[in-house]
């Protein structure tokens, strides 16, 4: 009988230290992707700050393009229409979001005013008087320096996801993240050469082209 109950100590003891085992184990891999969660809250919060900046730049810099004589109307409409539409988009400027769809339109509306203001570039080089004055070329000389930002931000936001995704679908975070709120997070989707953030060039012009 005494042999009996030291078994089952022994056996009680060695439950209680593999249950005192999985729950660290479980803990620190649950204190691990908070620790991930809230990095890539962080870097969406960077992101959206250089999106931010170029949008408060836009105003400035179609009030100053407007002011050239017989300037293309259509393509400031362009610009402000884009500006417009990405304030339309709802999302969370402090977290980073878990739905695919609405990461996706959050960034073709970003997608739609930068190629506005590519479009509002090219059509500059033609106003010569424009692009000399220092206005121009300090506002310029900001949205070159945005671009690369943002190019830059968007990348260490993916690098965020993918470390945070792939905690939450290892071992042993796999089997309880869903119930805890840990859920997958979308990439923006990446365009050729995107792992580089872009060169801004100057022409003679002082316009900006992105280089390959």
Request: glycine share 8%; proline share 5%.
């Given at each position: 009988m005494?042999?009996?109950?030291?078994?089952?100590?022994?056996?009680?003891?060695?439950?209680i230290l593999l249950l005192i085992v999985i729950g660290a184990a479980v803990a620190g891999s649950y204190n691990h992707l908070v620790s991930l969660s809230q990095a890539t809250d962080s870097h969406w919060a960077q992101?959206?700050?250089?999106?931010?900046?170029r949008a408060d730049l836009i105003p400035n810099l179609?009030?100053?393009?407007?002011?050239?004589?017989?300037?293309e109307k259509s393509t400031l409409v362009e610009v402000t229409q884009a500006?417009?539409?990405?304030?339309?988009?709802?999302i969370?400027?402090?977290?980073?979001?878990?739905?695919?769809a609405q990461l996706a339109a959050f960034d073709q509306a970003q997608g739609q005013l930068s190629s506005a203001l590519s479009h509002l570039m090219v059509v500059v080089e033609r106003y010569p008087q424009l692009t000399a004055t220092e206005n121009f070329r300090d506002l310029q000389a900001q949205l070159e320096g945005t671009e690369n930002r943002i190019a830059v931000e968007?990348?260490?936001?993916?690098?965020?996801?993918?470390?945070?995704?792939t905690a939450v679908k290892s071992f042993p975070a796999v089997i309880y993240a869903g119930m805890f709120g840990f859920q997958p997070k979308p990439y923006f989707s990446a365009?050729?050469?995107?792992?580089t953030a872009p060169k801004v060039q100057f022409n003679f012009n002082n316009a900006v082209t992105n280089a390959p």
């Open positions: 005494k042999k009996i109950l030291i078994a089952l100590g022994v056996a009680l003891a060695l439950g992101v959206q700050n250089v999106y931010q900046r179609v009030s100053t393009v407007s002011g050239a004589a017989n300037f500006r417009a539409s990405v304030g339309q988009v709802k969370n400027a402090n977290t980073a979001p878990t739905d695919p968007r990348r260490d936001f993916n690098q965020a996801v993918q470390d945070y995704d365009a050729p050469g995107a792992e």
